[in-house]
């Protein structure tokens, strides 16, 4: 269970202060039994002795008992078991009447035991009061199971991420970009890469270590490795950060370590920016010095032109969602010319994602999109593979068609 007043935990003292009720016992609670311990996570009691936190070795006290079939979900008198005798914690008050029901999850593991026991002075409980606490029971495994899930991802991405962590952050590729007016190139994107094995994109990897608290220390080594290819490529090195790690202290101080005038940074359109302000204050001395600023992913969501408005960048980088066919769908090409003409109306600079044929290449620089990226001009590979490209493309073909 996880803070104090959340809705779970208030359900469940709901739970625990109903069987206290029905059965008229002194003590309700819910424990959690996991490989080494069996903790009491939530507890409606009598006793001022006995509170939320209790813990024991896991075969201490009678949950793991009752649920492994070695003691019976209904004791009238604890103190006419042996097995009951051997396993009273000693720091408690005598139990005498006790119940406890499994709480199984709908995997069919076993979460803990919902339990409620009475001292000397409270009244016997029986087999009919088992079935209260089963329902009650059930309806504790509704509450945990979600907060139980959320903690088994959690942990799944912890252990995936701990070797990336562990040697210094993820590799990290550069993709040449390339001035569509002469085909020379003119940079490079640094970008992380991950075990295929995980299956998943950069973009999830990296939302999925924040979500774990994890996110500003692994996009800090990503970008520190990234700064590393400076001194081995000619040209500038774009580097994506989210608007969340920028403004940490160790970011600012990682950036203004670096040649700046020799890197453009990157911040994705989808990552929210809740403080222009305060972004704006991060960014101005690291400006000052030479850096760019580019808008990432412009035209994939909805918050493109707040983020560029309110940021004012240097370029905008047009996602692959609109330069894909954007030779063949009028729309398309409309679309990026509108966006090319905004942001040269302002002085920054366009470079489209994901260029893939020479019918797009043809057509952006027809349309005085400036730079150009995608495996059209070259895969994504480790920095000694870009050192030598040098101009990497003919004049183009003539485009197929222009926008009305």
Known sequence: MHGCDSEAEQQIARLLRTARSKLDLSVAFLSRIDENSRTLQAVDSALPSLQAGYSGPRDSGFCLAVVEGRLPRVLTDARDHAEAVRLHPDDLPQIRSHISVPVVLSDGEVYGTFCAFGLTTDPEVTDRDVLVVEILAEAAAMVVEPQVRLDQQHAAISDRLAPVL???????????????????????????????????????????????????????????????????????????????????????????????????????????????????????????????????????????????????????????????????????????????????????????????????????????????????????????????????????????????
């Open 166 to 404: 562990a040697a210094g952050g993820p590799p990290v590729v550069l993709q040449p970009i390339v001035s569509l007016c002469t085909g020379a190139r003119i940079g490079a994107e640094a970008l992380s890469r991950f075990p295929a094995g995980w299956e998943r994109s950069p973009d999830v990897v990296f939302d999925e270590a924040h979500s774990i608290g994890q996110g500003d220390r692994l996009e800090l080594l990503a970008l520190s490795r990234a700064a590393g290819l400076l001194d081995q490529v000619t040209g500038y090195v774009s580097m994506n950060v989210s608007p969340q790690t920028l403004m940490t202290p160790g970011c600012a101080e990682l950036l203004a370590a670096l040649p700046l005038d020799r890197v453009l940074l990157e911040l994705s359109e989808h990552d929210p920016v809740h403080d222009y302000g305060a972004l704006a204050r991060v960014l101005a001395p690291l400006r000052e010095r030479g850096m760019r600023l580019a808008i990432d992913d412009v035209g994939a969501g909805f918050s493109s032109l707040r983020h560029i408005v309110m940021a004012a960048p240097d370029v905008i980088k047009l996602d692959r969602s609109i330069i894909s066919g954007v030779d063949s769908d009028p729309i398309l090409a409309k679309l990026a010319q509108s966006l090319v003409e905004f942001a040269h109306s302002f002085g920054a600079c366009v470079i489209a994602e994901g260029v893939e044929t020479a019918g797009e290449y043809a057509l952006l620089r027809s349309l005085g999109v400036d730079g150009g990226q995608g495996w059209f001009f070259g895969a994504p590979a480790p920095a000694e593979a870009l050192v030598d490209l040098g101009v990497v493309l003919a004049a183009p073909p003539a485009p197929a068609s222009q926008p009305a």
